[in-house]
């Protein structure tokens, strides 16, 4: 008690303080604000700053006044920039000029922003306000910042008040505990509460482990107490205390005897088939209270064992039989119903069986887990217990719930004596009793540690009620059920995570892009997983590539290499090089894996894949396609009509053919065209050839329209059999052309002067495509393009700028020669046009084509701004 106490109080003073703490953090935190915006918005406002900032060097006029300022104001900065966010002053001289950290985008506007950031020093606030020339111009910002923890609290000043009123109600706790367990003691005779606990834990011990019955009345013949050996001996009901002897059903003469208060030894009375020896006496015997207690002695212990021996061999004999017909199958539901039928022809009048739900689908069960009705079996149809695959949670006063939260089945004899089994759904317990249903035993299914679920005997037409001997048995055989169960539910749970793995290795949500509208399925074989894939990858230059592959055989193995093949492509993809060339490198990688087989287990080796490889430019609306041993895709004209373009076919992957190159042939697709990739379980099964599931291909598309979800839709279901044998992956690519609006194109001749004109056109163009705020940047990327373009190649230089969910600049020569980023000493005059690239653009890279190189870079632009508006 004493230290429950002592946990509240601190627990009461810990959440003050936190809220001390917190409220001081939340006004220092708005007093820094504050400082911070009230400080910009004086500074901007300030008479000469507007005119300092059109002077030639803005720096030199701003500077002093600014460190001046911050020093009266008692902040750690004020910073003038540019309206772009280049920096005019600062208190560290040498940070002049650098571009300023923090959000300027509403100041630019001429609105006021007060932000909180981090950094290595702690947690700081700033404010920037705009410097509004004539016309309400915004000509500069102006910020102030300054540290949260420099900022007093008056909050934190009462926390030793509040901290020495915690410890006085400590000690007020600590003094009444004290006086409390004090007078207790006297109470008890000095014996504490784990003294009488263990007390009264050996008296009910002993009480209900001896062989005799034990029952003990009060002074108005009522029954006080009888152990567990006197109600089995005189077969009384669950809730028996409180009763009158009378009332019990007992027999006369025992009635009698216990009602005469004379003392009696050894005298031996019939009770039902039993030989009962009784010894009974009076308890108000020196000074004890009114009442008597008897003790039972069953004297036909030898008979009776002789019969329960009888019954443990036929129970052994069932259980026996229980391990030939429970568990034939690795089928969760099937098991569960074997157990259910093999109980209900030899042990109950119904049975019925509840799993967790994530144990049917292979799972491991929580103390949460919702129950399903997974199998009911009985001597009639026409029962009122809940039908299959129900779910049910269980009443926590019902017997299922004690077995399923203790491990240990749990015996109801009498139901109609039973409120806790009532619980659950008293419509339904009363139909129940009313159907002659009076007895259950209800077992928790235990394997490993983990119950599964609960079996539930119940009795109807046989009169008698379940006893501890049947206790035993339903314990006994729902725990070698429950091993069926759990080999069933770890068979699927195997069969499961392969399913999940080749799963997971396919694409879930297609990447974003404005080239192709793609719609995909995937349809697994009906015995195992497969190696099917397929892909759809961004590449620069608003270009997309498209991959439909197939790894030989099926199983984890061929999931796992397929996802190894899906990683390559990937890592291909990256480079840019043609579809041949790809397709090149995978083989390479596949032949260069064989040799590793021979120290692989069996059965763990790549045998070979097919792939098809696309590419296709929304802005040529050119689609390039290489294949290696894999059927060529259809294409879909706009009107209708489908084509099948006869494309060279490489060998397939893996094979080591180094004499036969790979080819890639470009065909020219319509804007509005589908392009179907597709694997050869589509067009190849038991019941057909290659040839005929073309056909049968060719004339579905030719009658269907709609988008490609509608295409996939109907090939899947005109095409492919109800069972395939073979994994079919399926795509549909109608195609997308970007918009000439969306282009721009110069030529240039191999003159620095023509870069100030591409300067001009290339602001000229943003403007245009309401993309002013990245005018610099872009200028300064095509300058430093072009200028190396210049530089190390001969010839006119071709430059592309596309508006896609990226701006894309590229700018084409014909030199071969690769750029390379480093990072240039500090006494060289020239490296840095890469290194400065790689800062400003996202991403960008290198492109070789069949007359030179494409040095290309992607900007992020707001979406508002991107082609779809």
């Keep these: 008690m004493f230290v429950l106490q002592g946990l509240m109080v601190l627990l009461l003073i810990g959440v003050a303080v936190f809220q001390t703490v917190a409220q001081s953090e939340r006004d220092s935190t708005d007093e820094a604000r504050a400082r911070a915006q009230s400080v910009a918005e004086t500074f901007a406002s300030a008479t000469g700053v507007v005119k300092a900032m059109d002077d030639p060097d803005p720096s030199a006029e701003l500077q002093p006044r600014a460190e001046k300022a911050r020093k009266v104001a008692d902040v750690d900065f004020i910073v003038v920039t540019t309206p772009q966010g280049v920096r005019l002053t600062h208190p560290r001289p040498s940070l002049i000029g650098k571009k300023f950290i923090g959000t300027i985008g509403p100041a630019q506007r001429g609105q006021v922003v007060v932000e909180t950031l981090d950094d290595k020093d702690g947690r700081f606030v700033q404010a920037v306000a705009p410097i509004v020339g004539n016309g309400g111009r915004v000509v500069g910002l102006a910020s102030a910042g300054l540290r949260i923890g420099k900022v007093p609290s008056v909050a934190i000043r009462q926390l030793p008040l509040l901290i020495g009123t915690g410890a006085a109600a400590l000690l007020v706790a600590v003094g009444g505990t004290v006086l409390v367990t004090r007078r207790l003691r006297r109470q008890t005779r000095g014996l504490g509460p784990a003294e009488l606990a263990r007390m009264y834990e050996h008296h009910d011990a002993v009480l209900h482990a001896v062989k005799e019955g034990v029952v003990i009345l009060d002074g108005e013949e009522r029954l006080v107490l009888a152990n567990d050996e006197a109600r089995r001996l005189l ?30 030894e050894d005298k031996v009375i019939p009770v039902r088939d039993r030989l009962l020896l009784v010894n009974h006496r009076a308890t108000d015997r020196n000074g004890g209270p009114a009442g008597s207690v008897a003790t039972l002695r069953d004297t036909t212990e030898l008979r009776v064992l002789g019969d329960q021996a009888e019954a443990a061999r036929r129970r052994l004999q069932l259980l026996y039989d229980a391990g030939n017909d429970v568990g034939k199958s690795l089928d969760v539901t099937q098991t569960a119903q074997e157990l259910a039928d093999f109980a209900g022809a030899h042990f109950a009048d119904f049975v019925t069986i509840d799993l967790a739900g994530e144990v049917l689908s292979g799972g491991e069960p929580t103390p949460a887990s919702e129950m399903r009705r997974t199998a009911v079996s009985g001597i009639r149809d026409d029962h009122p217990l809940y039908p299959l695959h129900t779910l049910l949670h269980y009443g926590a006063a019902t017997p299922h719930a004690s077995g399923f939260t203790s491990g240990s089945a749990v015996l109801v004899p009498s139901l109609r004596d039973a409120d806790g089994w009532r619980e659950q759904n008293r419509e339904l317990t009363a139909n129940v009793l009313d159907y002659g249903i009076h007895s259950l035993i209800t077992a928790p299914l235990l394997a490993r540690g983990e119950t599964l679920g609960m079996a539930t005997f119940l009795r109807a037409d046989k009169p008698e009620p379940y006893d501890r001997e049947d206790l035993s048995f339903a314990e006994e055989l729902t725990a070698r059920a429950a091993i069926s169960l759990d080999n069933a539910r770890r068979f699927t749970r195997e069969h499961a995570l392969a399913v999940t793995l080749q799963r997971s290795l396919l694409p879930h949500t297609l990447p974003q892009q404005n080239a192709l509208e793609v719609a995909h399925r995937y349809l697994p074989a009906q015995a195992d997983a497969g190696g099917d894939w397929f892909d759809i990858i961004p590449l620069p230059g608003a270009r997309v590539a498209l991959v439909v592959g197939d790894v030989v055989g099926h199983g984890l193995q061929a999931a796992a290499s397929m996802g190894r093949l899906r990683t390559a492509v990937h890592n291909f993809s990256a480079l840019d090089l043609p579809p041949d060339e790809i397709l090149t490198h995978l083989d390479e990688l596949v032949t260069r894996t064989e040799p590793d087989s021979n120290h692989q287990p069996e059965n763990t080796t790549l045998a070979g894949a097919t792939c098809l490889y696309a590419i296709y430019d929304p802005v040529t609306r050119n689609c390039s396609v290489a294949l290696a041993g ?6 879909v004209k706009p009107d209708g009509a489908v084509e099948s373009p006869e494309l060279p076919v490489g060998p397939p992957l893996g094979l080591g053919l180094g004499g036969f190159p790979f080819e890639t042939t470009e065909v020219h697709v319509a804007e509005g065209s589908n392009i179907v990739l597709f ?7 038991r019941t057909q050839g290659i040839e005929k599931g073309l056909t049968t291909l060719h004339h579905v598309l030719t009658q269907t329209h709609g988008g490609p979800e509608q295409i996939c839709d109907a ?3 005109a095409v492919v059999p109800e069972n395939p044998r073979d994994d079919v992956a399926l795509m549909v690519a109608r195609t997308r052309a970007l918009n000439t609006q969306n282009v721009a194109e110069w030529e240039l001749a191999p003159d620095p002067e023509a870069v100030a004109d591409l300067r001009a056109a290339t602001s000229r163009k943003l403007e245009e495509w309401h993309l002013g705020d990245e005018t610099f940047t872009t200028e300064l990327i095509i300058s430093e393009l072009v200028t190396n373009a210049i530089r190390y190649s001969a010839g006119t230089i071709h430059v592309r700028l596309i508006r896609d969910i990226t701006l894309i600049c590229e700018v084409y020569d014909n ?14 005059e020239g490296g840095r046009g890469l290194y400065l690239i790689s800062q400003l653009a996202e991403h960008w890279g290198v492109r070789y084509t069949a007359k030179g190189k494409v040095l290309w870079t992607e900007q992020q632009i707001p979406a508002q701004h991107s082609p779809e508006d």
Excluded at 815 to 828: E, K
């Design 715 to 717: 090939i899947l279901t």
């Design 630 to 635: 894999h059927p060529a895709p259809v294409f």
């Design 235 to 264: 077969s009384l009901p669950e809730r028996a205390e409180g009763a009158r002897v009378g009332d019990l059903g007992l027999e006369l003469r025992l009635v009698q005897l216990l009602t005469s208060g004379d003392l009696v």
């Design 815 to 828: 030199s071969s020669t690769s750029p390379h980023l480093r990072r240039a000493a500090t006494t060289d």
């Design 679 to 685: 694997t050869d379980g589509l067009i190849e099964n």
